[in-house]
C-alpha cells in the first residue's frame, strides 16, 4: 500500500516553507523556497511556478506515496475563496508599500496552484486557522470539540472552534479576535488595521516591547533595559530582563497578561471553549505570560465559567507547526470523508 | 397521513406558555399555566405535574396528529444536561430570595418532563438561543449559515449561530454576550451578574432606562421624563419621548445604539456573520436603535468586514417567538434526521 501523505505549505514573508506529513504528524521531507525574492506584485506569477517546480521535486524524491491534497497556511487567505486578498507584506506594487484601501491586490492562489497539480485537492487559509487545525489534528487540541488558538506574534491572530469546526464566518474572515478593542477607539494605541485601541496593539510582541517603553516613561526604577533603543527592541529581551527581577519587564509582563485575561474572560462568554491554547513568540516566555493570564482571566469572567477553561501551551509549538497546519487542514478533510463513507 | 407537531415550551417567570407548531410555523393551538404559582423550590415537581397535565390536555385535543418532539426555552437552561441552572426567578429557596453562589439549585426539567411522555424527545435551552433558533428555522435567518441573534429584554440575552450550529460551548453556556465587558470592571454599571461593566447594564430595557437617568443629571434641557420616578419609569416611555423629540430620550438611544454598535463591531471580528438580528422589547422601538447602531458598528469595524453586515429586525417578532423557538428546536433536529436518512 503506498503511503498516505499530506502537503503543508507555510507562506511567510521571508519563505516558503513545505513539507510531506503523514497521518501521525510527522514531517517526513521539507524544503522551502525564498518569498521575498518575489516581492513585488509582479512576481507573482514567477513564485508560483518556482513553488510548484520545488514542490514536485520534493514529491519525487519519495517512494511510493500518495498525495492526498495540499493545504496552505498564508496571511489574509480566505477558505471560501481559495485566494489571498491584500496582504500587506506579499507581492506588493513597487510604487506603493503602503497597504491602503485602494491598494487592493487579489491573488487566485488555490487556482494558480492547482493548475501544477491537476486532480489533487488544494485548500488555504490564513495561518492562525491553520494552527488551530493543526493543534486540533496533531497537537493539545485533540479530541476537543470548542477551543481558541491564540498566536501571539508580531501580531495577535486567532483560530476559533466551535462544535469541532473552524468559524470562518459568512466571508471566511471570522477570527480577528486581535482586533477587538481594548481601548478607546479614539486614544488607543495605533493599530496596523489603521484604527485604535486593538488587543494586537497591547499583547503581542510589538504589544508588549510598546508597553515597555511606556513603562520606561511612567516609572523610575533602574533597568537594563532603558540602554535598548526602540528599534533594536525585541521582546525576548524583555524575558531575559525578566528572568533577572528587572521591574519593568515584570510589570510589562504582569500587564500584557491583564489585557488578554481580560480579553479572554470576554471571549469565554462567548464561545465558552474547553481550552485556550497560546502559541508563537510569546507564549515561549511560559509562567511570565500564562500565569497573569490565567489570573486575570479568572478574576474577571462570569462566575458560571469560573474554573472550567484549560489555560495551555501549543502542543506543536517545537515542531514544524507552520508546515503541520496546512497538512492538518487536508488530514482533517481527509478522516471526515473516510468516515462519511465508513 | 398525522399531522407532525412539535410542542414548544416557554418558561418564563409568570407563566409557562406552550402550543403546537407545524413545519412551517404555525401554531396550531396553545394554551399556558401559570409559573408564578409554584415560585418556590417545594413547588417544583406539583408544576411538573401540573405542566404535563395541561400539555395532555392540548393534545388530546388534536386530531390525527403525530407529536415528533418538546422543545423548551427556559432561563440557565443547559442542552447539554438537560437542566435548568439555578434561574434568578424561578423555583427560589423559601428562606433565601438572594441568588448567591451558595443557592445552588439544579432542576432536571428534560428528565422529569420525560417521565410523562415516554418516548417522546424534549430538548431544552436557553430562551435566547431558542429565539436564534426559532429565527433560522421560521423567521429571518432562514437560509443562513452565520447569524448573530440578539434579544433586547430586562437583559441582553444572545444566540450565536455559526456553520449552520449554535454555538453552545463546551459547557453548554456559550453566547453570554451580554455579559462581555464595555466599561470597567472595577467602575462600570453594576450588573445582575454581580459584576460591573456588563453590555446588559447598558444596553436593554433597563440599561437605556439607567441612560436616561444619567442624562437627567448630565444635562440641564427640559423634559417630560423628568417628572416620572425611577421605579415607575418603563423603557417604552423613552420610545414616546423620543417621537416628540424630547431630548434625552434622544440622546439615550444615541448613547445606547452606540454601546451596542461598539460591541457588534467586535463581535464582526470575532465570528464575521451574515447579519445580526435584533428581537425584544427595546428592537421594537425601530430606527430609533437600529439607526445609531448600525452606524456606530460600521464606523468601528474592521475595514475587511464594512458594508458586509445586514442589520435586521426579528422575523417572528410579532409572532409567539416564545412558542416558536422551542418548537424549532425540535424541528431543526426532525429535519436533520430526515436528511441523513434520505
Chains 1, 2 share one sequence.
Not at 246 to 265: C, K, N, Q, S, Y
Request: proline share 3%.
Amino acid at each position: 500500500m503506498m503511503k498516505k501523505l499530506a502537503m503543508g505549505i507555510d507562506i511567510g514573508g521571508t519563505n516558503t516553507a513545505f513539507g510531506l506529513v503523514d497521518e501521525d504528524g510527522n514531517v517526513i521531507a521539507e524544503s522551502k523556497i525564498s518569498t521575498d525574492k518575489y516581492k513585488f506584485y509582479d512576481d507573482y506569477k514567477p513564485y508560483i511556478e518556482a513553488l510548484a517546480s520545488a514542490m514536485k521535486e520534493l514529491i519525487a524524491a519519495q517512494e511510493a506515496c500518495e498525495l492526498i491534497g495540499i493545504g496552505v497556511g498564508a496571511p489574509n487567505a480566505n477558505i471560501h475563496s481559495g485566494k489571498i486578498e491584500t496582504p500587506a507584506n506579499l507581492w506588493r506594487f513597487e510604487d506603493c508599500d503602503d497597504p491602503r484601501p485602494d491598494n487592493i491586490r487579489i491573488f487566485d492562489f488555490v487556482g494558480d496552484l492547482s493548475r501544477y497539480f491537476a486532480g489533487v485537492n488544494v485548500m488555504i487559509t490564513n495561518d492562525a486557522n491553520a494552527a488551530a487545525i493543526g493543534e486540533m489534528v496533531f497537537g493539545n487540541a485533540r479530541g476537543m470539540k470548542d477551543f481558541v488558538m491564540i498566536t501571539l506574534g508580531t501580531g495577535l491572530g486567532s483560530g476559533i472552534v466551535s462544535n469541532g469546526e473552524m468559524i470562518y464566518g459568512h466571508d471566511g474572515f471570522a477570527g480577528e479576535f486581535g482586533h477587538i478593542a481594548v481601548d478607546s477607539r479614539q486614544t488607543g494605541r495605533q493599530c496596523g488595521c489603521g484604527r485604535r485601541g486593538c488587543l494586537e496593539a497591547y499583547v503581542s510582541a510589538t504589544g508588549i516591547k510598546r508597553t515597555a517603553f511606556e513603562l520606561m516613561a511612567t516609572m523610575t526604577c533602574e533597568s537594563s533595559l532603558r540602554g535598548i533603543p526602540f528599534e533594536k527592541f525585541e521582546a525576548k529581551m524583555l524575558s531575559e530582563a525578566a528572568a533577572k527581577n528587572d521591574p519593568i519587564a515584570l510589570e510589562a509582563f504582569e500587564r500584557t497578561g491583564r489585557t488578554l485575561g481580560l480579553a479572554l474572560a470576554d471571549l469565554m462568554a462567548i464561545t465558552s471553549p474547553e481550552a485556550i491554547i497560546l502559541f508563537g513568540g510569546l507564549a515561549y516566555s511560559g509562567d511570565l505570560i500564562m500565569k497573569p493570564t490565567f489570573r486575570y482571566m479568572e478574576e474577571n469572567m462570569m462566575s458560571v465559567f469560573k474554573g472550567k477553561v484549560k489555560l495551555l501551551m501549543s502542543g506543536i509549538q517545537d515542531k514544524n507547526v507552520a508546515i503541520l497546519g496546512g497538512a492538518a487542514l487536508i488530514w482533517k478533510k481527509h478522516l471526515e470523508t473516510v468516515m462519511e463513507n465508513y
